[in-house]
C-alpha cells in the first residue's frame, strides 16, 4: 500500500514516515502541496494523508485538486487545530477523515487501513428520504447504500464492509436487535440511531447496546457527512466505549 | 396615574404648609393680643387716675371708684386671655375669647371716658388688631359682643356709653352701621389674605415636591451610572478573559506540531530499541537523527511555553553599561543556523549605553530570527544590524532584512499579541519585543514595502545626554 504524505513541518513528517515504513506501509513524503501534486502525477499511491494548515497552497486546495484528477483517491488530514472553517469544510467535501495532532501511530494505523478498505455508508431507512440522502453522501464522494430490513441489512454490512450505519430504529421491527446483530457482525462498525421523535428508551437501549450516536430527523446531509467523518476518525480504543454521541433536541448539535 | 396622584401628593402638602402657616399666624396674633391686653391694663388705670376724677366729679381730685374698676374690671377682662394666650396660643377658643374680652376693654375704655365720642375710636382700632387673626368668626363674634354691649348700656345706662342721658334713638344704628361698614372691610382683608396664603402654600409644596422629584431623579441617575460602571467592568473582565482563552487555545495549537513529532520519534526509537533484534536495529540512521530531534522538539516547546511567560510576565529592566557590538554578535551566535548572511554592522567605537544585556539580547534575537524567517528560501537573503547615537541624539537601532516584506494590512497590527502571518508561531514574538522596548522608555516602528524587505527601527532616550544637559 503506497502512501503520499504531506505536511510542512519538516521534522513530523520525518518521523511519521519513518514510523509507517516500519509498519510496513509504502511511504513517500512531500514539503508542500505543489511537490505533491507533482508527485501524484509521477506515481501511483492508495492514499494522501496531507496537514490542512500549510503555507502556500493548504491542504483543502491540495485535497480539491486531487478531487479532480485522482476522484476515487481517498484523502485523510491531519490538524493542529481543534475547530477549524477548514476542516468543516473538508469534511463536507468528503475528506475521509480528519485525525487532531499529536496522534497515536495506532489511530493513524487504523484509519490508513479502515480507509484501504474502502468502506460503506449503510443506511437502513424506508422511507422516500432515504435516497437523496444517499445521492448526497454519494455526490461528495462517499460510497453510500439503502437496505429497508433487518435482514437485507445485515447482508448488506457482511457483502459491501460497511464501517457507519444509520438505522431508523422506528422504521425497523425491532431497531435494538438490529443495531446488536450489526455490532455482533463487526464491532468497529459506527452505528448510529436515528428517529423521527426524542424517543428515549430507545435511543437509551441503543446506546447501552454501543452505538456511536443517536440522531434526530430530520436528517440533514451536513450532519450525515460530519458524523460518517468523524465515526471514521476515531481512535480502536474508543471503539467498545460505545456511545460517544449524543443528539439533543431537535436541531442539537453533536458533542463529545 | 402618576400625574394623577402627583397633584394629591401637592394639595395634601400644600393643605399642611397652610394649616401650619394659619396656625403660626394665630399664634403671632395671640402674642400680640396678650400684649395688648396689658397695656391697655396699664393704660386705662392711668386714664382712670387721671381723667375720670375730672370727667365725672369736676374738681375734687381723689380715687374714684372708676379706678378701681380700670384695676379690678380691666384684670378681670385681661387674665383669662393672657392665660389663655401663653397656655393654648392658636385655639380657636382662645382668639374668641380674646375678641370677647378686647370689646369688652372698649366698652370699659368707653365707660371710663364717659361715652367720649373719641374713645368709640377704640372699637374699630380693636377690629382691625383682630383681623390680624384673619379670621371672620373672631370678628363676627367680636361685633356681636359690641352691638350687644352697646345695646344693654345704650337702654339701662346711655351716659356710660353714649356720654349723655337721652341719645337719639338711632344712635345705636349709626354705631352699628360704622361697625358693620369696617367688618365688611375687614372680611374682605381675610378672605383675600387667606386665599393668598393658600396659594403661597400651593407654591412651595410644589417647589417641594419639584425639588424632591429632582433629588429622586439625580439618585436614579446616580444609580444608573454606577451600573453603568459595574457592567463596564464586567466587560473588561469578558475581554480579559476572551484573551486568555485565545492566548491558551493558540499556545495550545503550536504545541501541538512538536508533541506529535516527539511521539512519533518516541514511539519509533521505542520500537527499534526494545524490538527483539534491537542490537541491529541500533545501526538505523534514523535512531540517533530522532534523538537528536526529540530534543530539538522540546526546546521548540520550551520556547514556546518561555515566550508565553515573557508575556505574561514582563519583568522591570535592570540597565547597565552595555557595549552593542558584542551584543548583537551574542544574540546572533544564539540563532539556529540558517543561510542568511547575518551582518552585525554597529560601529566598534560608538558610545556604550545603558540596558538590561537579558533583555536586550532577547529584542535583537526576536528582531532578527523574524528577519531571517521573512527571507524566502530561494532567495539569497541577508539581516543587517547597525546603531547609531549616543552622543548627544538618542539611539537608534536598526534591524533591517530584504526579505519578502510585510502586507500594508498587515504593518498597523504587527506588534499586537496573538497576530501573526506565519503558519506557525504563538503571534508573541514582536508584541514581547514592543513591551520590552517600552520598559527601555523607548519606541520601536516598522515599515516595509512588499518584495523588498522590512525595517526595525528602536529608539532609546540617551540618558546620557540627558544628564549632560
Known amino acids: 500500500m503506497r502512501i503520499l504524505i504531506v505536511d510542512d513541518e519538516g521534522s513530523l513528517l520525518l518521523t511519521l514516515v519513518a514510523n509507517l515504513e516500519l509498519e510496513g506501509f509504502d511511504v513517500v513524503g512531500a514539503e508542500d502541496a505543489c511537490s505533491a501534486l507533482t508527485l501524484l502525477q509521477q506515481q501511483t499511491f492508495d492514499l494522501v494523508l496531507t496537514d490542512i494548515r500549510m503555507p502556500g497552497m493548504s491542504g483543502l486546495e491540495l485535497f480539491r485538486a486531487i478531487r479532480r484528477t485522482h476522484p476515487t483517491l481517498p484523502v485523510i488530514m491531519m490538524t493542529a487545530f481543534a475547530a477549524e472553517t477548514l476542516i468543516e469544510q473538508a469534511v463536507q467535501e468528503g475528506v475521509f477523515a480528519v485525525l487532531p495532532k499529536p496522534f497515536d501511530i495506532e489511530h493513524v494505523v487504523f484509519a490508513l487501513s479502515r480507509a484501504f478498505s474502502r468502506p460503506v455508508v449503510l443506511l437502513v431507512e424506508d422511507s422516500v428520504e432515504a435516497k437523496p440522502l444517499a445521492e448526497a453522501l454519494q455526490a461528495v464522494g462517499l460510497t453510500a447504500s439503502i437496505s429497508a430490513d433487518h435482514q437485507a441489512s445485515v447482508v448488506a454490512a457482511q457483502q459491501a464492509p460497511a464501517d457507519v450505519v444509520f438505522v431508523n430504529v422506528e422504521l425497523v421491527d425491532d431497531g435494538p436487535a438490529l443495531v446488536e446483530s450489526l455490532l455482533r457482525l463487526d464491532a468497529s462498525i459506527a452505528v448510529i440511531a436515528t428517529a423521527s421523535r426524542a424517543a428515549p428508551e430507545l435511543f437509551r437501549k441503543v446506546a447501552e447496546l454501543g452505538a456511536f450516536a443517536c440522531l434526530l430527523k430530520p436528517l440533514e446531509p451536513e450532519r450525515l457527512v460530519h458524523l460518517v467523518a468523524r465515526a471514521r476518525a476515531r481512535p480502536q480504543t474508543q471503539m467498545r466505549g460505545g456511545f460517544r454521541h449524543a443528539i439533543g433536541g431537535q436541531h442539537g448539535t453533536v458533542s463529545d | ?469
Open chain 2, 1 to 469: 396615574m402618576t400625574a394623577q396622584h402627583g397633584v394629591d401628593a401637592t394639595a395634601l402638602r400644600a393643605d399642611q404648609l397652610f394649616q401650619e402657616h394659619r396656625r403660626s399666624v394665630m399664634e403671632r396674633t395671640d402674642r400680640m393680643m396678650a400684649t395688648l391686653m396689658i397695656v391697655q391694663w396699664l393704660f386705662a388705670i392711668a386714664l382712670a387716675l387721671v381723667l375720670s376724677p375730672y370727667t365725672w366729679e369736676g374738681r375734687i381730685r381723689s380715687p374714684h371708684v372708676h379706678v378701681y374698676a380700670a384695676v379690678l374690671l380691666g384684670g378681670a377682662i385681661s387674665s383669662l386671655p393672657i392665660f389663655l394666650c401663653i397656655k393654648r396660643p392658636g385655639w380657636l377658643s382662645t382668639r374668641l375669647i380674646v375678641a370677647s374680652a378686647q370689646m369688652l376693654w372698649s366698652a370699659l375704655l368707653i365707660h371710663l371716658s364717659g361715652g367720649r365720642i373719641e374713645t368709640h375710636f377704640h372699637v374699630f382700632g380693636s377690629l382691625a388688631f383682630l383681623a390680624f387673626y384673619r379670621d371672620i368668626r373672631v370678628l363676627a363674634l367680636a361685633s356681636l359682643v359690641v352691638a350687644a354691649d352697646h345695646f344693654v348700656r345704650g337702654l339701662v345706662w346711655p351716659d356710660s356709653v353714649y356720654g349723655i342721658a337721652n341719645p337719639e334713638w338711632w344712635r345705636f344704628l349709626e354705631h352699628a352701621f360704622w361697625v358693620v361698614f369696617e367688618d365688611i372691610v375687614l372680611v374682605f382683608g381675610c378672605i383675600e389674605s387667606t386665599k393668598e396664603m393658600r396659594l403661597v402654600a400651593l407654591r412651595r409644596a410644589e417647589a417641594e415636591l419639584s425639588s424632591q422629584r429632582e433629588m429622586a431623579k439625580s439618585l436614579e441617575l446616580d444609580r444608573a451610572m454606577q451600573e453603568l460602571q459595574t457592567s463596564q467592568q464586567a466587560l473588561v473582565r469578558a475581554e480579559k478573559l476572551a484573551a486568555v482563552g485565545q492566548l491558551a487555545a493558540s499556545v495550545g495549537h503550536e504545541l501541538r506540531n512538536p508533541l506529535a513529532t516527539i511521539r512519533n520519534a518516541s514511539k519509533y526509537l521505542g520500537k527499534r530499541i526494545t524490538g527483539p533484534n534491537a542490537a541491529a536495529n541500533l545501526n538505523d540512521p534514523k535512531v540517533p537523527q530522532f534523538i537528536a530531534l526529540l530534543d530539538r522538539e522540546v526546546s521548540a516547546c520550551t520556547k514556546i511555553i518561555s515566550d508565553l511567560l515573557d508575556f505574561a510576565r514582563e519583568r522591570a529592566p535592570v540597565p547597565e553599561p552595555c557595549p552593542l557590538r558584542p551584543l548583537v554578535e551574542d544574540a546572533i551566535s544564539i540563532l539556529p543556523e540558517s543561510s542568511v548572511r547575518i551582518i552585525n554592522d554597529v560601529p566598534a567605537d560608538l558610545p556604550v549605553p545603558s540596558l538590561d544585556r537579558d533583555l536586550f539580547r532577547q529584542i535583537l534575537t526576536n528582531l532578527i530570527q523574524n528577519g531571517v524567517e521573512a527571507i524566502p528560501s530561494d532567495r539569497q537573503g541577508q539581516v543587517t544590524i547597525s546603531a547609531e547615537g549616543g552622543r548627544s541624539s538618542p539611539w537608534r537601532i536598526t534591524v533591517a532584512d530584504n526579505g519578502s516584506g510585510i502586507p500594508e494590512d498587515a504593518v498597523v497590527k504587527i506588534f499586537e499579541p496573538l497576530f501573526t502571518t506565519k503558519t506557525k508561531g504563538t503571534g508573541l514574538g514582536l508584541a514581547i519585543v514592543a513591551g520590552m522596548v517600552k520598559a527601555h522608555h523607548g519606541t520601536i516602528a516598522v515599515e516595509s514595502s512588499t518584495g523588498l524587505g522590512t525595517r526595525f527601527v528602536i529608539e532609546l532616550p540617551n540618558r546620557a545626554s540627558l544628564r549632560a544637559a
